[in-house]
T-cell receptor, first 113, second 113 residues
């Protein structure tokens, strides 16, 4: 089983709202990732968690706040977003941060009005 | 991260034709991955390559890790309409180059019946 699940599938929010994206995997993977993807572009890395600790933050604005409650779950808390933050947000996981093969979830399509 | 040079940018072919796409990097990679992404979905891993010269097949798909470790190609034989999508290559160097995957810009494939 190489499944990564993400909820919600779609999200529309205003610039003053607070919302959260959720990601879950039950493959026993210890590294989890958040990516942002704009239309017709490759995924861009935002955050990496390794063994539930934040390992990499690719200079992401503080209006995006990641959280890893346990080894199976990864959240992305959103607050005061801008319209240009509208994108497909992808979660991925791998056995460890040093393991190359990352498995992606289906993504959350976020629209900021 | 480093941008990979992926070509062609797009392909428009007839069902039954073979397809070839490739990726090059200015630096050496230890791993090459090929993903396919359907509209609104997350990338799905097709083939993972871990050794220079490695040639790996997955059904009608064949991929190779270049001997120089700076390139990889993906071939699709006897294309069918469900092959439509965007294909991304992704690669990673050694631990001293960071753990993030570097993505190509994608090859958009259209297949006509």
């Amino acid at each position: 089983d190489t499944e990564v699940t993400q909820t919600p599938k779609h999200l529309v929010m205003g610039m003053t709202n607070k919302k959260s994206l959720k990601c879950e995997q039950h493959m026993g993977h210890r590294a989890m990732y958040w990516y942002k993807q704009k239309a017709k572009k490759p995924p861009e890395l935002m955050f990496v968690y390794s063994y539930e600790k934040l390992s990499i933050n690719e200079s992401v604005p503080s209006r995006f706040s990641p959280e890893c409650p346990n080894s199976s779950l990864l959240n992305l808390h959103l607050h005061a977003l801008q319209p240009e933050d509208s994108a497909l947000y992808l979660c991925a996981s791998s056995q460890s941060e040093a393991t190359d093969t990352q498995y992606f979830g289906p993504g959350t399509r976020l629209t900021v009005l | 991260g480093q941008q990979l040079n992926q070509s062609p940018q797009s392909m428009f072919i007839q069902e039954g034709e073979d397809v070839s796409m490739n990726c090059t990097s200015s630096s050496i990679f230890n791993t090459w991955l090929w993903y396919k992404q359907d509209p609104g979905e997350g990338p799905v891993l097709l083939i993972a390559l871990y050794k220079a010269g490695e040639l790996t097949s997955n059904g009608r798909l064949t991929a190779q890790f270049g001997i120089t470790r700076k390139d990889s190609f993906l071939n699709i034989s006897a294309s069918i309409p469900s092959d439509v999508g965007i294909y991304f290559c992704a690669g990673r160097g050694g631990s001293n180059s960071g753990y993030a995957l570097n993505f190509g810009k994608g090859t958009s494939l259209l297949v006509t019946p």
